[in-house]
């Protein structure tokens, strides 16, 4: 029998609350709060609690999904046809009808580092300012 | 040697004899430490005593998990009490369980308000003896009204985490009561007064044993453990019965329940 806690950062908002994931024979088990932590101090709210349970769930999508066609049926794809298909259909979008064509939308779970790739990425790559996020939604 | 010394050298020798799969003790890992399950081999130079975790609800998920498993655990007072508990209400087989008692310092007995602040069998550390919790003796001044209005403010300011319920190692209801929508709305804010709150805390009469994980994980700083204190006290006075304190006696529940009363 194997039992280890990882430490992690709550990927559900961007306060950024410490925690452990519970490792049991190499299975995602449970969440604990760490104590003595510099933001959250051994407290989680109800969805830090359950930080564990999307992990395994088997609802979680495991591959990338492509609507082929508006009102199509999903489909599931590669990594490599999935990021084919973005940046041709971006390309396209750009060609016909300008960079303020495109929005991107980022996330509050992101990294200070990951949320500034997506804004320079749309800014000096795509050449639009339509960033948001999903606090403000 | 210190305490630390101590634990360590006692978990090594325990995990030598080859009695047991593996010993559940506290290890040093980021800012904090967390529960562990050490096994034979492993380094013992990160284990560590505090602060403490709910550990006896995370034994019961390890003898579960290995229905044939023999393991250890590094105890302190309430730990060793939450597992009787946990015992009795067959949740735990204290068969497979071996235990090392470590006895809690006065600094941490202070930091938990703690009034049994050692182990049945103490093999590492020096007995400290229990205090009177301080926030229940400034309870017990208060009159009613003002006992209603202190529980109401603190109430007022939970954020219905479930934090309390998730932690304690007493709760191990498969359907929770508190996830029962006649008694807890969901998509509101703050919960029932006093249904969530006191649900809890009748559930609680004859099982808490003070560990204090509920007060730890609230993010409201509820001081719940009051309450849970006055009702192990009026169990105590109605029914002679403390939790946690031996694993021969008959909860009240099940004894008062009985023809002659057992």
């Not at chain 1, 709060?33 to 564990?52: D, F, M, P, Q, T």
């Not at chain 2, 210190?2 to 040093?28: H, M, N």
């Not at chain 2, 008694?183 to 559930?203: K, N, Q």
């Amino acid at each position: 029998m194997e039992y280890r806690n990882v430490l992690t950062t709550c990927a559900y908002c961007g306060c950024g609350c410490g925690l452990y994931l519970e490792v049991l024979d190499g299975k995602v088990v449970g969440t604990l709060a760490a104590k003595n932590h510099a933001i959250s101090e051994g407290k989680l709210c109800v969805k830090g609690w359950n930080s564990h349970a999307y992990i395994h769930h088997a609802d979680r999508l495991s591959t990338p999904q492509i609507r082929d066609r508006r009102g199509g049926e999903l489909r599931e794809a590669t990594w490599d046809e999935a990021l084919d298909f973005v940046a041709r259909r971006l390309n396209e979008i750009k060609a016909e009808s300008g960079p303020d064509a495109i929005g991107f939308m980022t996330s509050a779970k992101c990294t200070n580092e990951e949320n500034y790739l997506v804004q320079k990425w749309a800014r000096a790559v795509v050449g639009t300012n339509n960033v948001d996020h999903c606090a403000r939604l | 040697m210190d305490r630390l010394a101590l634990t360590q050298e006692a978990v090594k020798q325990l995990l030598e004899s080859g009695e047991v799969e593996g010993v559940l003790a506290l290890r040093a890992s980021g800012p904090s430490t967390v529960l562990h399950l050490y096994r034979p081999g492993d380094d013992l130079a990160d284990l560590a005593l505090w602060p403490k975790y709910n550990a006896p609800k995370i034994m019961d998920l390890l003898l579960q998990a290995g229905p044939d498993a023999r393991l250890g655990m590094v105890v302190r007072g309430c730990e060793e009490r939450g597992l009787i508990e946990l015992a009795k209400h067959n949740q735990v087989d204290l068969g497979r369980i071996q235990l090392i008692g470590v006895a809690c310092s006065a600094e941490e007995r202070d930091g938990c308000r703690c009034a049994w602040p050692y182990p049945s069998r103490i093999d590492v550390g020096e007995k400290t003896e229990g205090i009177a919790d301080v926030l229940v003796a400034e309870h017990e001044k208060l009159s009613l009204e003002e006992r209603a209005a202190f529980w109401q403010k603190h109430f007022a300011r939970c954020i219905k985490c479930y934090a309390c319920r998730t932690v304690c190692p007493q709760c191990f209801c498969e359907v929770c009561m508190l996830e029962d929508k006649l008694w807890v709305h969901t998509g509101t804010m703050t919960p029932p007064f006093p249904t969530y709150h006191l649900i809890r805390a009748y559930h609680t009469v004859a099982k808490c044993v003070g560990c204090m994980e509920c007060e730890a994980a609230c993010p409201a700083d509820i001081p719940l453990p009051v309450l849970y204190a006055l009702l192990r006290r009026d169990a105590e006075e109605l029914f002679g019965y403390v939790p946690g304190r031996s694993v021969d006696e008959l909860p009240p529940l099940v004894v008062e329940t009985l023809p002659q009363g057992g």
